[in-house]
């Protein structure tokens, strides 16, 4: 059990450049999340799916693609990547409500910079 | 909008003493209520959890409080040691999950 699996760890983008960050997990958890991390903010929530074929945007989905075309895998996609995406980003998986140990599992994040 | 304030956003203790760390939420269909620790380069890891029925939980040297009739919660932390050095969220959880901006708290030996 790997739990959410994310990659590339680290990713160094030109202005303008496009690329997917993977992430999958084998929880069987419907619902998957991506957050970007910045100092002093937080987490801050770019998208969301709650099951296969069903995706949501969050609070700062500007410039980002998702897709879940599987339980399994909820891959973010940077269209045209710019400096103020520079950024940690985590994938996140969450339990069901209710169950014991409800909650949020993070994958290991990928530092992106964007030059 | 709905929001999490978290504070303090530093903090800095003497290994040994208490670190109390609190948040205060605005959304009342908010009914769970983790704490997350996430240490250097690491991703954020569940270290405690409250429910809304209950007003405090404990696990060794780490307990939460929830006041829910004021919307906010603390997380303690007793006979601190340097390795409880770590940046800590908070988060509330109900219709949408919202997390705190964080606290990075540093153990001095």
């Known amino acids: 059990n790997a739990g959410v699996t994310q990659t590339p760890k680290f990713q160094v983008l030109k202005t303008g450049q496009s690329m997917t960050l993977q992430c999958a997990q084998d929880?069987?958890?419907?619902?998957m999340s991506w957050y970007r991390q910045d100092p002093g903010m937080g987490l801050r929530l770019i998208h969301y799916?709650?099951?296969?074929?069903?995706?949501d945007q969050g609070e700062v989905p500007n410039g980002y693609n998702v897709s879940r075309s599987t339980t399994e895998d909820f891959p973010l996609r940077l269209l045209s990547a710019a400096p103020s995406q520079t950024s940690v980003y985590f994938c996140?998986?969450?339990?069901?409500?209710?169950?014991?140990?409800?909650?949020?599992?993070f994958g290991s994040g990928t530092r992106l910079t964007v030059v | 909008g709905e929001n999490v304030e978290q504070h303090p956003s530093t903090l800095s203790v003497q290994e040994g003493d208490s670190a109390v760390i609190k948040c205060t939420y605005s959304?009342?269909?908010?009914?769970?209520f983790p704490w997350y620790k996430q240490e250097l380069g690491k991703r954020p890891q569940l270290i405690i959890d409250?429910?809304?029925?209950?007003g405090e939980k404990k696990d060794q040297r780490i307990a939460v409080t929830l006041n829910k009739t004021a919307k906010h919660f603390s997380l303690h932390i007793t006979e601190t040691q340097p390795e409880d050095s770590a940046v800590y969220f908070c988060?509330?959880?109900?219709?949408?999950?919202?997390f705190g901006a964080g606290t990075r708290l540093f153990v001095k030996a």
């Open positions: 996140a998986s969450r339990t069901p409500t209710g169950i014991p140990n409800y909650g949020y599992t």
């Open positions: 929880m069987n958890h419907e619902y």
């Open positions: 799916s709650v099951g296969a074929g069903i995706t």
């Open positions: 959304d009342s269909a908010s009914n769970y």
């Open positions: 409250i429910r809304s029925n209950v």
């Open positions: 988060a509330a959880m109900g219709f949408k999950t919202i």
